[in-house]
């Protein structure tokens, strides 16, 4: 068979620990076999992030604004016990972070349903894409500890010195006091990564906040998305046959465990913080979880929801056997690659992705996974897989569709 030419390249993040071991199995088991791979090689791994002062990091987001799409592997985000592991010069901030303030993206987090890893919610037949505003509110919030009877006012001075003051209350004891804001770039940004990725997965989008209480915060959210909405994307989503829905938020938790998903659910951060993680565990594992950062101009970077699988790694170091689920890390893969074959009209790079997918889904389905869905799957006496066994049998499943 004659490999899949690529025109353009895809921007290629190494990571860390196991997931890198396992960045270089899913290539050479699943893709340099089957595809000319072009990619503009990036080593996030962080003896190399910490070689280069973090620059990496930094070239790596400015070249997905180059290229439009990238791949992930996950990364090792230091903290006090990597400093001295990894003899660090300093404490290099989370690459996700990073990567996220340069792009201005919104990540939207999706499960792999698979038959067999049944969602505690029995109604949900399909994914729900979780996408949470990551700036602003309580995460950028100050704290102040009103240590007994007095008054606290919000106060607001614009450039020319005029200030605006609102009470917040008079307090008789003692008490406790929070400021947040958020600003309407921001709500822009997030808005429009919302509704660009439900036109590119051809789902209907939710939103939800308490506007009926934050009459001023809340409500400008709903506001600028039902603004940027009508004004550009209403039309688009007629022809996609797609709805913005607009809700309260508490409605919205309410209908989400009713409904049977396939939907985007759009959530302020702190709602995303939370929500994200009510969801990713009831649909049954962080391994099968992916990620996908959008930026509000229609860059991509694909991704593993879950982390460096450390413990394994440590295993894996010391010889042992590891059984490390690769499933998200290979979504990751065909995202990014469907995604360049639809941008540069290679429809034989956007086939060869969603046969890697099904042939992934597949594998689990005929009963071979490994360790992590065994121990959860409802299908009886499951094959458990080591790790390089687990992308084996995927090539056999893939080779057999080809
Ligand atoms: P983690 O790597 O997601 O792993 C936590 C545990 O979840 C694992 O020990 C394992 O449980 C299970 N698990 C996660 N992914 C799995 C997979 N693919 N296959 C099988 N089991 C899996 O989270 P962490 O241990 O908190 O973090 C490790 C490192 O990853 C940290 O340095 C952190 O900074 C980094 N991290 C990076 C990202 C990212 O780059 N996006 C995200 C999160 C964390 P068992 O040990 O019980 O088998
Ligand atoms: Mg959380």
């Known amino acids: 068979m004659e490999k899949i030419r690529m025109t353009t390249p895809l921007v290629e993040m190494d990571g860390d620990e196991m997931t890198r071991i396992l960045w270089q199995m899913i290539k050479d088991e699943l893709l340099l076999p089957f595809i000319d791979l072009k990619t503009e090689y990036y080593d996030l791994g962080l003896e190399h992030r910490n070689a280069t002062d973090d620059q990496v990091t930094f070239d790596s987001a400015y070249a997905t604004k180059k290229y439009g799409v990238a791949v992930k592997c996950a990364t090792i985000t230091p903290n006090a016990a990597r400093m001295t592991e990894y003899d660090l010069k300093e404490m ?18 999706t499960p792999i349903v698979v038959k067999g890893i049944e969602p505690c919610v029995k109604n949900w037949k399909k994914p729900i894409t979780l996408a949470r505003h990551a700036y602003g509110d309580v995460y950028k919030s100050v704290e102040l500890k009103a240590g007994g009877p007095g008054k606290a006012e919000l106060v607001f001075t614009a450039e020319d010195g005029t200030e605006t003051r609102e009470l917040i209350h008079e307090f008789k004891g003692a008490g406790v006091l929070q400021g947040m804001h958020n600003t309407e770039a921001s709500i822009t940004s997030f808005a429009k990564s919302c509704f660009n990725y439900a036109l590119d997965t051809k789902q209907d989008l939710w939103f939800a906040t308490k506007d009926t209480i934050s009459k001023k915060y809340d409500h400008t959210f709903k506001d600028i998305f039902q603004e940027i909405f009508d004004k550009e994307y209403k039309e688009k989503f007629e022809q996609a046959g797609i709805t913005y829905f607009y809700t309260l938020i508490d409605d919205a938790v309410a209908r989400v465990m009713k409904a049977e998903g396939g939907f985007i659910w759009a959530c302020k951060n702190y709602d995303g913080d939370v929500m994200s993680d009510m969801v990713s565990s009831a649909f049954g594992s962080l391994a099968m979880m992916t990620s996908v950062l959008v930026s509000p101009d229609g860059n991509f970077e694909y991704e593993a929801a879950h982390g460096t699988v450390q413990r394994h790694y440590y295993k894996h170091l010391k010889g042992e056997e590891t059984s490390t689920n690769s499933v998200a890390t290979i979504f990751a893969w065909t995202g990014a690659l469907r995604k360049r074959g639809e941008l540069d009209g290679i429809p ?15 594998t689990i389905e005929s009963g071979k996974m490994t360790k992590d869905l065994a121990l959860i799957t409802s299908i009886e006496n499951p094959t458990v897989l080591n790790s390089e066994e687990f992308i084996q049998t995927v090539r056999e499943e893939l080779e057999k569709s080809l």
């Open 92 to 109: 290099w901030k989370s690459p996700n972070g990073t990567i996220r303030a340069i792009l201005d993206g919104t990540v939207f987090r």
């Open 348 to 362: 034989e790079l956007a086939v060869f992705a969603d046969k890697l997918e099904a042939a992934t889904v597949k």
